[in-house]
């Protein structure tokens, strides 16, 4: 063997955990400190817990919620474009019919899909809609996002 290569041995070198185990073992540091052992360690302890040295579980629990923030949002951006409190002005119809339609009090989403619930004949009656300025509204409503009632 070569002289003076081999590190310097400590056979009774101390060991402590961080859950407060202590013990003795030979190595080649003089002392020892560890995180976890098998005292505290969830596989032998049966216990539910996260050991978390590094700080991932909390990277992870910041970027779950970003997530959770980001879907919130997107869903109330998706009920804020389906209110019924929607102005008629922002479906983009001829301003001949929204007009009619301010006349006989349909100013709102919300209204047209009232009247709109007792059939098509019900907007069919109102003096100067016809079907195609209907079918315009039923269209521009579903590609909004608007649920439509059975049978309209």
């Not at 013990?23 to 098998?38: H, K, M, N, Q, Y």
């Not at 919620?65 to 869903?75: A, S």
């Not at 579903?142 to 649920?147: A, I």
């Amino acid at each position: 063997m070569k002289e003076a290569i081999h590190p310097q041995w400590y056979p009774e070198a101390p060991v402590t955990c961080s859950c407060g185990n202590s013990w003795t073992t030979g190595a080649t540091v003089p002392e020892l400190r560890t995180d976890i052992c098998s005292r505290c360690h969830p596989f032998y302890t049966g216990e539910q817990r996260i050991v978390d040295t590094e700080g991932q579980v909390d990277r992870f629990l910041k970027r779950l919620q970003i997530r959770e923030d980001i879907l919130q949002e997107e869903q109330a951006r998706q009920e804020a474009r389906v209110s019924p409190q929607r102005p008629m002005t922002d479906l983009g119809l001829a301003k001949r019919h929204l007009n009619i339609f301010i006349d006989q009090g349909i100013e709102e989403v919300g209204q047209f899909m009232e009247r709109l619930e007792q059939g098509d004949s019900a907007i069919l009656e109102i003096p100067g809609i016809g079907r195609k300025a209907l079918a315009d509204v039923k269209r521009e409503l579903r590609t909004l996002g608007y649920e439509l009632p059975e049978g309209a």
